[in-house]
């Protein structure tokens, strides 16, 4: 398994300082997790769940990652513990990889084989770098411009997708206090949102929809235009 690339020595803190009670706690929360898929796992200080998840091996890979060889999974479980950074651990054959990809649960998206990995984050969480728009949605902003393909791919990548905001009020809202950009990408195809549900009419641009080849659906200002897929703009990510 060569996924992951040693980026740096991270410090775990003292692993020899911890104590019985401790360990303990940590043996047990592992029973549970052999026992109980998804399950949830204490690790660490004993203060953070860690919720069970299978992770594509490029996702893991990305960004800052730290791998161990032939480490049991009990003291894998403490270093992400003691890590300030890892927001996923994964244990496959001895290999121990922490990484600083924040994903959620059930997360499979991605290429390559699936990793058993535990997360920090339970479904349907708004964490860094999302942020809680209230009745809008989770949303994140990425600062590159992408295709449309591209952009979901990437949001896809953090176990999110294209913004399909269930309150359009709210997200203008949310927009305008927000400040984006006047064209943003989101979760539109071929005049349907990535939930099956078409775009109401009331939320087109004057003109808008044309069709193909304009196939995919960004924010035009307070209302929604279509465009070529193959044509750049920001992107809205969001965690539902």
């Not at 953070?48 to 894998?76: H, K, M, N, R």
């Not at 927009?175 to 009331?202: C, H, K, M």
């Amino acid at each position: 398994m060569t996924c992951c690339g040693l980026h740096s020595a991270i410090p775990f803190g003292d692993q020899s300082a911890m104590g019985p009670q401790r360990a303990l706690f940590l043996l047990l929360g592992l029973l549970l997790l052999g026992l109980l898929r998804p399950a949830r796992l204490v690790a660490g200080d004993g203060e953070g769940w860690w919720y069970a998840t299978s992770v594509a091996e490029d996702i893991v890979a990305a960004g800052q990652t730290v791998e161990f060889s032939q480490v049991p999974l009990v003291t894998c479980a403490a270093y992400a513990g003691h890590s300030s950074w890892a927001q996923l651990f994964c244990h496959r054959d001895g290999l121990c990889v922490l990484s600083e990809q924040a994903v959620v649960r059930d997360n499979s998206t991605g290429s390559g084989d699936l990793m058993p990995c535990w997360t920090k984050h339970p479904p349907s969480s708004c964490f860094p770098p999302f942020e809680d728009a209230g009745e809008a949605g989770c949303f994140y902003l990425p600062e590159s411009k992408m295709t449309w393909f591209a952009g979901r791919d990437h949001c896809k990548s953090l176990g999110a997708d294209l913004a399909v905001p269930t309150d359009f009020g709210a997200f203008r809202t949310y927009a305008t206090n927000a400040n984006l950009p006047q064209d943003v990408w989101l979760g539109i195809y071929d005049q349907e949102w990535l939930n099956g549900s078409r775009v109401a009419r009331a939320l087109w641009a004057r003109g808008d929809p044309d069709g193909p080849p304009q196939d995919c659906g960004r924010k035009y200002n307070s209302v929604i235009a279509d465009a070529r897929c193959s044509e750049t703009w920001y992107f809205l990510c969001e965690i539902k």
